[in-house]
């Protein structure tokens, strides 16, 4: 599966903005979880938002949860992660990243084997 995000930039604390993840690939067998994560300047991968493409099943980490918003749009191959009420430590690069449904821990970037590159997300106070 090749990933490819887009989306992030600037924007004032309160704002909003959206991601976009485009999947493509093994189409035939979409038994997968699609997230996001996140890396902060000298922080920790952090897990943020992931969505089961066969059933749409998400999950949010709690630092997010009530700001944003994980969906997909299977016609289109893609994963959106809207973001409200952003605040300055949402500053990061966001990635997206698949892995099969069965394998790991929705939570751990571990789990995801296919990664997308990364979109920088600045959120200014």
């Known amino acids: 599966v090749q990933l490819q995000a887009s989306g992030g930039g600037l924007v004032q604390a309160g704002g909003s903005l959206r991601l976009s993840c485009v999947a493509s690939g093994r189409t035939d067998s979409w038994n997968i979880v699609l997230g996001w994560f996140r890396q902060a300047p000298g922080k920790e991968r952090e897990f943020v938002a992931a969505i089961s493409w066969s059933d749409g099943t998400t999950y949010y980490a709690v630092s997010v949860k009530g700001r944003f918003t994980i969906s997909r749009d299977n016609a289109k191959n893609t994963v959106y992660l809207q973001m409200n009420s952003l605040k300055p430590e949402d500053t990061a690069v966001y990635s997206c990243?698949?892995?099969?449904?069965?394998?790991?821990?929705?939570?751990?970037?571990?789990?995801?084997?296919?990664w997308g590159q990364g979109t920088l997300v600045t959120v200014s106070s």
């Open positions: 990243a698949s892995k099969p449904y069965w394998s790991g821990s929705v939570l751990s970037s571990l789990a995801y084997p296919y």
